[in-house]
């Protein structure tokens, strides 16, 4: 195995996700900005083992503050593809155990929708709106991350993301990025929410 971040392929075609999300912005998107976060984690990690090598001086400060940036790119975003399906997909609900953890907790998808969209509306710059599974507590919650590294709470397991940079959503929404928070939900892919939650209770 190598041991580098990869840029999967996209689980569904660049306009399978039309009207919602463009054929265009998921082609920048995916082949240029998860890609160049793909591109930079892996080169930081080459100079890291150049460094232990002996052959270069790092600032090892800055390095691991990119690395966490770029790492936190790759993996956020290949989280997000997929869970990410064409529309009608999962009927755009909740299903299976998910669905019932999600009303024990919020008391109703509609809730759920509401503080996530918040949650995203209210990132200062880039950032990530998610839902998170915490195991301690048992609970599902909302989480934001700032740009992709800030704010997360350690070892939680991530169920569903929401990229809410403005690259995600600018080509298709200018400036009206609640619109695309609202359109996210026509899109979800819930039998992957699902099964990542499935995985983590049994
Ligand atoms: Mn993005």
């Known amino acids: 195995m190598e041991k580098i971040f990869l840029l999967p392929d996209l689980p569904f075609d660049y ?46 400060k ?24 064409p529309p009608g997909t999962s009927k755009g609900e909740p299903v299976g155990s998910v669905k019932m953890a999600i009303e024990e907790e ?41 740009k992709h590294d800030v704010n997360l709470y350690p070892a939680v397991q991530i169920l569903l993301v929401l990229d809410a940079f403005e690259h995600a959503y600018y080509l298709d929404y200018k400036n009206e990025k609640a619109k695309f928070f609202e359109a996210f939900w026509n899109i979800a892919n819930w039998e992957e929410v699902n099964n990542r939650f499935e995985k983590l209770i049994q």
């Open 15 to 60: 306009n399978d996700l039309e009207p919602f999300m463009s054929e265009e912005t998921l082609r920048i998107h995916h082949d240029k900005h998860h890609a160049a976060y793909v591109k930079e984690a892996n080169f930081i990690l080459e100079r890291l083992d150049k460094a232990r090598e002996g052959g270069l001086e790092l600032n090892l």
């Open 62 to 85: 800055a390095e691991l503050k990119a690395l966490a940036f770029n790492a936190g790119g790759a993996i956020l975003h290949s989280l997000f593809w997929a869970n990410l399906a």
């Open 106 to 146: 919020f008391g109703s998808f509609e809730r759920l929708k509401e503080q996530l969209n918040k949650t995203a509306m209210s990132v200062e710059g880039s950032g990530w709106a998610a839902l998170v599974y915490q195991k301690e507590t048992r609970r599902i919650l909302p989480m934001q991350i700032e």
